[in-house]
C-alpha cells in the first residue's frame, strides 16, 4: 500500500467534503489490508478513521475504529511505541469528543507514559498530548489537573520551533478552566483570564511567527474564545487573518 498516497488522497476528500467518497476510501483499503493481513497498515487506516468519524459526529464507528486500533496495538506488537501512544491519544480523543471523557483518562494516562519516555522534551506532539488530556481533565471538573496539564504543556511549547501559536491555543484553554471555575460569577478569576487572553494575543502577535495555512488554521481557532470574552478587536483582527496569504 502506499500510504502516502491513500492519506493524501483522504486529506483531498475532507477538504473537498467529500464525505462519503473519505468512508468508502477508508474502507476499501481497511478491508485490503486485513485482506493482505498488514496490521500496521490496518492500524494506521483505523487510527485515521477515529478523526474521520469524531470529525462527522458519528459515535458508532468512531468509537469502533478506537476499539480496532488499540486492539491491532497488540497484534502489531507494538505496545510501547510512540504509535501505540499516538493511537492512545487519537482513541481518548475520541470518548470526549462524545462526553465521554472519564473513559479517555486512563488511555491519556497510557500515552503520557509512552510520550515521555520515547519523546524529547522539546517535541511538539509531548505539548499537544497535554493540551489534550487538559481538555479532558476540565470536562470531568478536574480543574486543578487540567491547569497542571496545561503549564506542561507550555513547557514543551516554549522550546518547540514557533511553538507560540500552540501556547496561544493552550492559555485560551487555562482562561476557560476558569471560567468552568466561576459558573455564574464572572467577576471571579476575572484578572486570571485577562492575564491569560493576553499572553494569548501576545503570542498571536508574535513578528517571527510564518503568516501560513497553519497561522490561518490557528487564528481561525482562536477567534472565537477572545469574542466570548469580550474582546472583540482582537477577535475581528484575527478572522482577517484566517485566509492563507498568496505568494
Known amino acids: 500500500m502506499d ?11 475532507v477538504e473537498t467534503k467529500d464525505f462519503e467518497g473519505a468512508r468508502a476510501l477508508l474502507d476499501y483499503w481497511i478491508s485490503d489490508a486485513a ?10 487506516l483505523y487510527n ?3 478523526g474521520l468519524y469524531r470529525k462527522l459526529g458519528d459515535e458508532e464507528r468512531a468509537v469502533a475504529s478506537a476499539g480496532q486500533a488499540m486492539e491491532l496495538i497488540g497484534r502489531t506488537g507494538m505496545e510501547g511505541t510512540v504509535t501505540a501512544g499516538t493511537t492512545y491519544i487519537n482513541a481518548a480523543t475520541v470518548y470526549k469528543a462524545f462526553g465521554r471523557a472519564e473513559d479517555g483518562i486512563p488511555l491519556f494516562d497510557k500515552a503520557r507514559g509512552i510520550y515521555e519516555k520515547n519523546l524529547r522534551e522539546d517535541d511538539g506532539r509531548l505539548g499537544g ?12 471538573g478536574r480543574y486543578e489537573e487540567a491547569l497542571a496539564s496545561y503549564g506542561r504543556a507550555l513547557e514543551v511549547m516554549a ?10 491555543i493552550t492559555y485560551l484553554n487555562m ?5 468552568h471555575k466561576r459558573g455564574e460569577d464572572k467577576e471571579l478569576y476575572e484578572q486570571e483570564i485577562t492575564d ?3 499572553n494569548a494575543w501576545e503570542c498571536l502577535e508574535d513578528k517571527t511567527l510564518p503568516r501560513d495555512g497553519y497561522y490561518s488554521f490557528v487564528a481561525e481557532k482562536c477567534a472565537p474564545s477572545f469574542g466570548y470574552y469580550g474582546w472583540f478587536m482582537a477577535k475581528n483582527q484575527l478572522e482577517s487573518r484566517c485566509i492563507t496569504p498568496r505568494s
Open 129 to 140: 498530548l497535554y493540551n489534550n488530556m487538559g481538555l479532558a481533565l476540565t470536562d470531568m
Open 196 to 198: 491569560l487572553l493576553t
Open 159 to 168: 522550546k518547540v520551533e514557533h511553538g507560540r501559536l500552540e501556547s496561544a
Open 48 to 50: 485515521e478513521s477515529m
Open 3 to 13: 500510504f502516502t498516497r491513500v492519506l493524501n488522497k483522504l486529506d483531498h476528500m
Open 175 to 179: 482562561a476557560d478552566v476558569y471560567d
Open 35 to 44: 485482506s493482505h493481513n498488514d496490521l500496521q497498515s490496518e492500524l494506521y
